[in-house]
């Protein structure tokens, strides 16, 4: 169902960009849009369906990003901790079981020998 209201919004996002985009420029300011649609209806009824058409456009496009939302909350609701209920009693501790023939103990390992320094080799050689 979320996948169906996606797509029917990103198509109602393309709509609405569209609609604006065909709207003629109040201010003028870069001079685009200054009469081209001249032949196709009469400046005033373009204007009036063309503001009704956004503001549809607008209406439908927020009504979906909506729905988008809430349903994807409820998807993935967190639940509430009264309809939780009384938490789970705390795990013991799990004691570890002592053997049940005592082991010998390893015997010690012996001290290693310290390796025998080696000797100190003049880096210069010697005159003869």
């Not at 009704?52 to 994807?72: D, P, Y």
Request: charge should be positive; glycine fraction near 8%.
């Amino acid at each position: 169902m979320i996948l169906i209201l996606l797509v029917i919004h990103i198509m109602v996002a393309f709509a609405l960009i569209g609609v604006v985009l065909l709207q003629k420029s109040e201010g003028g300011a870069l001079g685009i849009g200054g009469g081209g649609m001249a032949g196709f209806m009469t400046g005033r009824s373009t204007a009036n369906l063309l503001t009704r058409a956004t503001a549809i456009l607008a209406a439908a496009f927020m009504t979906t990003s909506v729905l988008l939302v809430v349903m994807h909350n409820r998807v993935r609701s967190p639940a509430s901790i009264i309809d939780q209920g009384a938490p789970a009693a705390p795990a013991r501790p799990v004691v570890p079981r002592s053997p049940a023939t005592p082991s010998v103990p390893a015997p010690a390992p012996s001290p290693a020998k310290p390796a025998a320094p080696t000797p100190m080799m003049p880096k210069v050689p010697l005159a003869h």
